[in-house]
């Protein structure tokens, strides 16, 4: 009754959208993962890709003792060796698991179900900062008193609602979403940390705290040890939030760097430990030079559907060698003919965002797609351009799904890589919706004939 009594103060002061925003759909995300995890068998699936078998392999050599060893690309396949080929978060994250818990794929699939709510929750938070009127990060928290401000004047709060309360049902309900949460892939973890991120970034920004910008690196870094694409992304959201703290810039710079020093602290070990196992101080992973190698070799074909190709003669170089040897020939593969490069990076574009997934043969899942994202996908659109057009706030979320779309377009793409972005489209998708909704509502045709209606009923009649 204490720990009731504790928390029912805070919920009663809640707003009735942020009680929704805050528990009731997250805890709606929570069921759904579960109900759809137990319908999976207790062991590890393998659809089209056996990343959930690596990940557990070195989950588990963690708890034995061996290090940070598992498969790697670079070496024949069943052989196991030490590894920076594979972020390291989620294979710690299994690790941690594993070790308080004994070896559990349910229980994996429970927790992710937990993370799925928390980005449920995080996604109508990020919602109420980027259109509400206050960017603070969550309603328990005091508005800060930053100097700056981080964009102009937005929407109405009540808009910032509607339109957070949007993307959180949507993501609550959202198939993908559903499904990643019950395999062992990065995914579920990632895009509540990156949520997290963008949260906090804005809260930075909004306040000028050195709190936030604190959090901000911290959980830059661990976005970062979870997808490296993510760790351009952290360094540039510190700039970006001391700069629209506003203020004077010695102050806004000693922001900034307090933001970078976190994000590299929390990457430190792991690029030490690169450096004592590789001999490379290497803070993400060793995996591009494979990637840009396997997708634009000659025997490569742009949708991406040859599974072997040869490798080169790598003698007896480490695996960052065998990387940069990899990278170097992908490289000249690209240059050699530009015209192919381009046409492969545009046959990535349409994988990425394609509606119906080809590697699957189940027609239901095929169905579901269609009804959930292709659905979707001219309000994400639309709501993309909204948010070009504003600007403001909106200007880091955008730079992030683009540079995430190019990366993915340069390298490797695909439906799965899409869930990196995909909270930041539902939300794009929720803001469109919501205009719609406002402009076609009565209320808001009755507004806009009210005028043109007085004119013509004071208008005198001719004589």
Known sequence: MIGLSRWRAPLASLEAADRWGLVALPLVAVVLRLAYAATLPPQIVVTYEADPLTYDQIARNLVAGKGFTG?????????EHPTAFWDPLYPFFLAALYWAFGHSVPLVRAVQALLGGVAVALTYVVGRQLVGQSPRPWPFVREGTASGNAGGPPASSRCGQRAGLLAAAISAAYPFFIYYAGHLLTETL????????????????ATGRLSWFLALGVLGGLAALCRAEAFPVALVAAGWAAWAAGGRWPRRMGLAAAGIALVLAVMLPWGIR??????????????????????????????????VVPFPDFGDRTEPQREALMRQQALRFMLDDPGRT??????????????????????????VSVGSYGLLLPFMVAGLVMAVRRGGRFWPVVAYVLFSVATKAAVFAGIRLRMQIEPF????AAFAIVALAERLRPAGWAARLRPAWLALSQRRPVA
């Open 71 to 79: 498969a790697s690309f670079y070496y024949p396949p069943g052989t």
């Open 190 to 205: 990632f895009m509540a940390l990156i949520l997290a991120l963008f949260s906090a970034g804005f809260a930075a920004a």
């Open 274 to 307: 690169n450096q004592l196992t590789h001999g490379q101080l290497i803070l993400t992973t060793t995996k591009l030079g494979y990637n840009l190698y396997k997708y634009y070799h000659p025997l490569m074909t742009a949708d991406q559907k040859v599974a």
């Open 342 to 367: 381009l046409r492969f990076m545009l046959t990535k574009l349409g994988l990425l965002f394609k509606i119906v997934p080809t590697n699957e043969v189940n027609q239901k899942y095929a169905l």
């Open 425 to 428: 489209l539902i939300l794009f």
